[in-house]
């Protein structure tokens, strides 16, 4: 049997289908990127006291979205692990190792 050539249509829906995945896959991502706060002191091998200070001093990024739990996703901590976490991004910046001023 003779098989038609695909329509535009059908080359618009498989590239929305496509795109539609690859939004499902980052979102996958991000949902085991995430860290309570427990999980995150113990990610960076710090105690609690010590990530409660810096997160009081918004010297590390961090997310309160209720307003009364802490989180974090990975992909930022390690930014700030190695010193190249961004105003644009969220807290501070680093450049030759110095710290820069808040924008």
């Known amino acids: 049997m003779w098989k038609s ?3 535009e249509q059908d080359l618009q829906n498989d590239e929305v289908l496509k795109k539609l995945q690859r939004i ?3 979102l996958d991502e991000n949902k085991s990127n995430l860290l309570n706060f427990n999980q995150a002191a113990q990610y960076l091998s710090i105690s609690h006291s010590h990530l409660y200070k810096l997160t009081s ?3 590390i990024p961090f997310h309160k979205p209720m307003g009364k739990y ?5 992909s930022e901590l390690d930014k700030w692990i190695i010193g190249r976490w961004d105003m644009e991004d969220g807290i ?7 710290k820069l001023k808040r924008k």
């Open 70 to 74: 802490l989180y974090f996703f990975k």
């Open 92 to 98: 501070w910046s680093m450049e030759n190792g110095k």
């Open 5 to 7: 050539m695909p329509t």
């Open 24 to 26: 499902e896959n980052l």
């Open 57 to 59: 001093m918004h010297k």
